[in-house]
C-alpha cells in the first residue's frame, strides 16, 4: 500500500513539475512586454487563487472551519511558500546571474536533508547523499549558473539562500498533515492570501513593479496581455500548486522536494521547445542526472520508514527572471 501511495504520488509529482516548469515560456513574453516580474508573479498567483477558489468550496462541503484550524499552515504557506520564496528570488537575480539564483534556491531539498540529520544526529542512509549529490550536479548542469549579466555580490547571495529557505518551507508546510483540509482548499488559500501579500510588498516598490495592459508577442503571434496571464493562472498556477501540495502531502518533504527538481528540467524543455531556445547536451545530462538522483532518494523510501510529515513561483524557470512555484 505504501509502495503504491508513493508511485501515485510521484506521477502526481511529475504532473506538478511539468506544469510549474511551463510558466516560464508563458510569462517570457508578459516581461518583454514590460511586465515587471513581482508584478507578473503576483497576478499570476491571484488569478491560480480565485480560479481554485469554487473548485476549493465545493471540496470543503461547508466545512469551512477546516480553514480556521488550519489557519497558521494557510498562512505559512501563503507567506513563505508563495509570497517569500519569490520576494527574495526578485531580489537575488537583481544582484547574481540568474542562473546562479536557482541553483542556490533548488538545493532546498539539501538542506531538507541537512536539518533531518540534525535533528535526528543521524546519518541519512547512503542511497540519500548518493542521490542528492547526483541531483546538485544534474541541476548545475542544467540551469548553467555562471551564466548571466549581473554582478556578483554578498547581498544578493544572502538573498538567494532566503528564497532557498522559502522554497524548503513550501515542502515542509505542504507536506504536513492535512487535518481533513483538502489540497485543492489549502492552495486557493495559499495563493489568494500570498498573492495580496505580494501585491501589497510591490505597491510599496520593495521590488519593480510595473504592468502593461496592451498586446504582447507570443509565439510569433499578437495576443491581448490576459492571454497568458490566463494561461499560466489555470496550468501553472492552480492545476500546479494544487497537484504540487496533494504530491507532498503523500510523498514526504524530502522526497517530494527532490522530485520537484524537475520543475527545472520541464521549464528547459518547454523553453527549447516554445521559444526556440538551444537545448545543450550537459542539459540533457544534467536531466537525466536528477532523474537518477530522484531514484537514489526513492529506494531509500521504499526500504526507509514512512518519513514523518513535515514541509513556485513560485517554481523558477531555469534561464527566466521569473519563479514557478
Known sequence: ??????????????????????????????????WSPAAA?????????IILAPIAAVALRGRWSLLWRAR?????????????????????IQR?????????EYIAPVLLVAVAWARTRRMPRIAVLVGTVVSVVG??????PGAGTHGFDVLGLVFAVAAMVGCAGYYVIAARPSDGLPSVALAASGLIVGGIALCAV?????????????????????????????I??????????????????????RLASFAGLLEVVAATFYAWLLLGEKLTLPQLLGGAL???GIGFVRSEKRTAPVEPATPVLVTRAAGSSISGR
Open 139 to 144: 541541476l548545475a548542469l542544467v540551469v548553467s
Open 96 to 104: 547574481i546571474p540568474v542562473g546562479t539564483a536557482i541553483l542556490i
Open 1 to 34: 500500500m505504501k509502495r503504491s501511495s508513493t508511485s501515485l504520488g510521484l506521477v502526481i509529482a511529475v504532473i506538478a513539475a511539468a506544469t510549474f516548469g511551463l510558466s516560464g515560456a508563458f510569462v517570457k513574453p508578459l516581461l518583454e512586454a514590460g
Open 202 to 230: 510591490g505597491l510599496t516598490h520593495v521590488v519593480p513593479f510595473t504592468a502593461t495592459f496592451g498586446t504582447v508577442r507570443m509565439f510569433g503571434a499578437s495576443v491581448s496581455w490576459w492571454v497568458p496571464i490566463l
Open 290 to 292: 536528477i532523474l537518477a
Open 72 to 92: 497558521w499552515r494557510v498562512l505559512g504557506m501563503a507567506l513563505v511558500g508563495v509570497a517569500g520564496a519569490q520576494l527574495f528570488y526578485f531580489a537575488a
Open 41 to 49: 508573479v503576483t497576478v499570476r498567483a491571484l488569478t491560480g487563487g
Open 232 to 253: 499560466v493562472g489555470v496550468v501553472a498556477t492552480a492545476i500546479a500548486y494544487a497537484t504540487s501540495i496533494a504530491a507532498t502531502e503523500m510523498l514526504g518533504s
